[in-house]
């Protein structure tokens, strides 16, 4: 079982950017691909991007593709999501996932694992 905190979150200008983390408990953190998913109000958890056990292969949302960055450090237990180039349409509660999968996925439901969340607040 691994339990998932994220932080990093906060208000920031439209074209600003933010690095969110996410500390993962448990010796095994190395055998998870780990997601990051977001949710707005009043709308559905969407996938952002999600990274192998390795942090040599991911995959991205189109929305976010080319302005967000996500990395793991395996020696931290803990992964990353670099979002540069903020927008309004960015602001949402942000949440880092693991699964167990042996392939990166961007389903909902093949995540086991979710952190509580952190607030990514956009200014225009």
């Known amino acids: 079982q691994v339990q998932l905190a994220e932080s990093g979150g906060g208000l920031v200008q439209a074209g600003g950017s933010l690095r969110l983390s996410c500390a993962a408990s448990g010796r095994t953190f190395s055998h998870y691909v780990m997601g990051w998913f977001r949710q707005a109000p009043g709308k559905e958890r969407e996938f952002v991007s999600t990274i192998n056990w390795s942090g040599d292969s991911t995959d991205y949302a189109v929305s976010v593709k080319g302005r967000f960055t996500i990395s793991r450090d395996n020696a931290k237990n803990t992964v990353y999501l670099q979002m540069n180039s903020l927008k309004p349409d960015d602001a949402a509660v942000y949440y880092c996932?693991?699964?167990?999968?042996?392939?990166?996925?961007?389903?909902?439901?093949?995540?086991?694992?979710w952190g509580q969340g952190t607030q990514v607040t956009v200014s225009s």
């Open positions: 996932a693991a699964t167990l999968s042996s392939v990166k996925t961007s389903r909902l439901r093949d995540y086991d694992y």
